[in-house]
């Protein structure tokens, strides 16, 4: 669907297999239809499919897209991007704090093993070009895209302000309420969310795992994605106090159990989550 201008943005259903049964998702990935086309994100493996019959509709043909950016390097943003690279010869951007995981898949399925990680992502796929905090991606015209280095999800998770819009694209940046805690770091991700709070007159918030926002919801996704980290971190501080903090896995489970989220969903990438939490000090030293 059109947001605004020349910003697209297109909902793919996925699914990641639990032992509980499979886990509906969904994540965002945004096309940017310009005098350059420019690809936010690639979704989730076959995802390229969804994209490529968008673009279509639009008279647009694949091989038109030259620019492909990942925000960071989790399954349901880079599983249809070397697909998508091969198939457009597009060139691909991200954080250098990403680059490992998306040009080695099998390191990253080792070290962060997401369940279905290969039903998710195709195959590795080489950046071609570093993206730094606040560099600018021209899209020529007068339409380009500011970088902001905002980590916590992943070390080099990124954000893309478009100035002429007024529209921020925050991919997992901003934790929604009630959804799952996936983090690395709670302490960068409190920080994160005050620099995109920082943001003068947000119109329209693109987030990867929440419906377009605009207007005054924009900003209040920031402030309960604040209020969310601090609910989280007091979670963990109550049941680290009841369970033993030196079990990662049952501690997991009971955090959850206190944020009324299924403890079946309890698993070693949440469970990392809250042992940032256990780190991090007190919620004054997070500053929420």
């Given at each position: 669907?059109?947001i605004k201008?020349d910003i697209?943005a297109l909902?793919?259903p996925?699914?990641?297999?639990?032992?509980g049964g499979d886990l509906p998702?969904?994540?965002?990935?945004?096309?940017?239809?310009?005098q350059?086309?420019?690809?936010?994100?690639s979704?989730?493996?076959r995802?390229?499919?969804i994209?490529?019959?968008y673009?279509?509709e639009m008279?647009?043909?694949?091989?038109d897209l030259?620019?492909?950016?990942?925000?960071?390097?989790h399954?349901d943003h880079?599983g249809?991007?070397?697909?998508?690279k091969?198939?457009?010869?597009c060139?691909v951007?991200?954080?250098?704090?990403e680059?490992?995981?998306?040009?080695?898949?099998?390191l990253?399925?080792?070290e962060?093993?997401?369940?279905?990680?290969?039903?998710?992502?195709?195959?590795?796929?080489?950046v071609?070009?570093i993206?730094n905090?606040d560099d600018?991606?021209?899209?020529r015209?007068?339409?380009?895209l500011?970088v902001l280095?905002?980590?916590g999800?992943?070390?080099g998770s990124?954000?893309?302000?478009?100035?002429k819009y007024r529209?921020?694209v925050?991919?997992d940046?901003?934790p929604?309420a009630g959804?799952?805690?996936?983090?690395e770091d709670?302490q960068s991700?409190?920080?994160?969310l005050?620099r995109l709070?920082?943001?003068?007159n947000?119109?329209?918030l693109?987030?990867?795992w929440?419906?377009?926002r605009?207007?005054l919801?924009?900003?209040?996704?920031?402030?309960?994605?604040?209020a969310y980290?601090e609910?989280?971190h007091?979670a963990?501080?109550?049941?680290a106090?009841e369970?033993?903090?030196?079990?990662?896995m049952k501690?997991?489970?009971?955090v959850?159990?206190e944020?009324?989220?299924p403890?079946?969903?309890a698993?070693p990438?949440?469970?990392?989550s809250?042992q940032s939490c256990?780190q991090?000090?007190t919620?004054?030293?997070?500053m929420?």
């Amino acid at each position: 669907m059109r947001i605004k201008g020349d910003i697209h943005a297109l909902k793919i259903p996925f699914q990641v297999p639990t032992p509980g049964g499979d886990l509906p998702r969904f994540v965002y990935v945004f096309p940017i239809i310009g005098q350059e086309i420019c690809l936010v994100d690639s979704g989730v493996r076959r995802s390229e499919k969804i994209i490529f019959d968008y673009l279509k509709e639009m008279g647009i043909e694949p091989t038109d897209l030259s620019l492909l950016i990942l925000t960071h390097s989790h399954p349901d943003h880079i599983g249809a991007a070397a697909a998508i690279k091969r198939q457009t010869g597009c060139k691909v951007y991200a954080h250098k704090a990403e680059r490992a995981w998306i040009e080695d898949v099998d390191l990253q399925a080792r070290e962060r093993p997401v369940p279905g990680f290969f039903q998710l992502v195709e195959a590795s796929v080489a950046v071609d070009s570093i993206l730094n905090d606040d560099d600018v991606v021209d899209l020529r015209g007068d339409l380009s895209l500011e970088v902001l280095h905002t980590p916590g999800h992943s070390a080099g998770s990124i954000s893309l302000w478009m100035e002429k819009y007024r529209t921020l694209v925050s991919a997992d940046a901003i934790p929604i309420a009630g959804d799952l805690p996936i983090f690395e770091d709670i302490q960068s991700s409190v920080r994160s969310l005050h620099r995109l709070k920082a943001l003068q007159n947000i119109e329209t918030l693109l987030a990867s795992w929440d419906d377009p926002r605009e207007g005054l919801r924009a900003g209040q996704r920031i402030e309960e994605g604040l209020a969310y980290l601090e609910r989280i971190h007091k979670a963990v501080g109550k049941s680290a106090q009841e369970t033993s903090p030196s079990d990662p896995m049952k501690l997991c489970r009971r955090v959850l159990r206190e944020l009324g989220i299924p403890e079946g969903l309890a698993n070693p990438i949440i469970a990392r989550s809250f042992q940032s939490c256990l780190q991090a000090g007190t919620a004054q030293d997070l500053m929420i």
